[in-house]
């Protein structure tokens, strides 16, 4: 069935450095990517999507890019701040499937 | 704000007891689903709707129910509850079944069992 691996956190930045979540997935056919975010307190919404080989999915200073052939849609900022402070989804949806599939989520915790 | 409304926000209850969770997906939205996230467990798809009709099934437990009503609102029903249901249970909708149409969350329903 399919799966998506995240790296496990949490991750500790200090504000300005550079981000990078690692996520993998294995699906049938060519899936649909997500990264959704889930503050504290709060619901989870979606940060940015891709949906065919080589797309680039951004939003709010963050990116990831649709790898097919290392199977691969990292998450990356450059400069993150403590306002990026959350847990990170990674997530996907088969061409046959009806539903998002997610990894486990990352913490990422930026500290002034 | 996503425009997928869940209510009640919290709730707290005890052991056998019975509780609805309700949600209005985002207007125009067809397709309802539901999630539990749990700190064990993670996020685990328990049922989706489309237009009233069931269309896929998850990890959704015997105990567990739902439906989609007319108006396509729908409601998550919990019973005999047991310690280990107290989870986060997420509502979300999209204007049809992926994987065409993103998937848009509410807010969550926060249940406590004790």
């Known amino acids: 069935g399919d799966s998506v691996t995240q790296m496990e956190g949490p991750v500790t930045l200090s504000e300005e450095a550079f981000l990078t979540i690692n996520c993998t997935y294995t699906?049938?056919?060519?899936?649909?990517l997500f990264w959704y975010v889930q503050y504290p307190g709060e619901g989870l919404q979606l940060l940015l999507k891709?949906?065919?080989?080589?797309d680039k999915g951004s939003n709010k200073g963050f990116e990831a890019t649709y790898r097919k052939e290392t199977t691969s849609f990292h998450l990356e900022k450059g400069s993150v701040q403590v306002s990026d402070s959350a847990v990170y989804f990674c997530?996907?949806?088969?061409?046959?499937?009806?539903?998002?599939?997610f990894g486990g989520g990352t913490r990422l915790m930026v500290k002034p | 704000d996503s425009g997928v409304t869940q209510t009640p926000k919290h709730l707290i209850t005890a052991t056998g007891q019975r509780v609805t969770l309700r949600c209005s997906p985002r207007?125009?939205?067809?397709?309802v689903y539901w999630y539990q996230q749990s700190l064990d467990q993670g996020l685990q798809f328990l049922i989706q709707?489309?237009?009233?009709?069931?269309?896929a099934k998850g990890n959704i437990l015997e105990r567990f129910s739902a439906q989609q009503f007319p108006d396509l609102h729908s409601e998550l029903n919990l019973s005999s509850l047991e310690l280990g249901d107290s989870a986060l249970y997420f509502c979300?909708?999209?204007?049809?079944?992926?994987?065409?149409?993103?998937?848009?969350f509410g807010e969550g329903s926060w249940l406590t069992v004790v």
């Open positions: 979300a909708s999209s204007a049809s079944p992926p994987p065409g149409n993103t998937i848009y």
């Open positions: 997530a996907l949806i088969n061409n046959a499937g009806n539903m998002l599939t």
């Open positions: 709707y489309y237009n009233g009709e069931e269309r």
């Open positions: 891709a949906t065919k080989a080589d």
């Open positions: 699906a049938t056919g060519y899936p649909s």
């Open positions: 207007s125009g939205d067809l397709s």
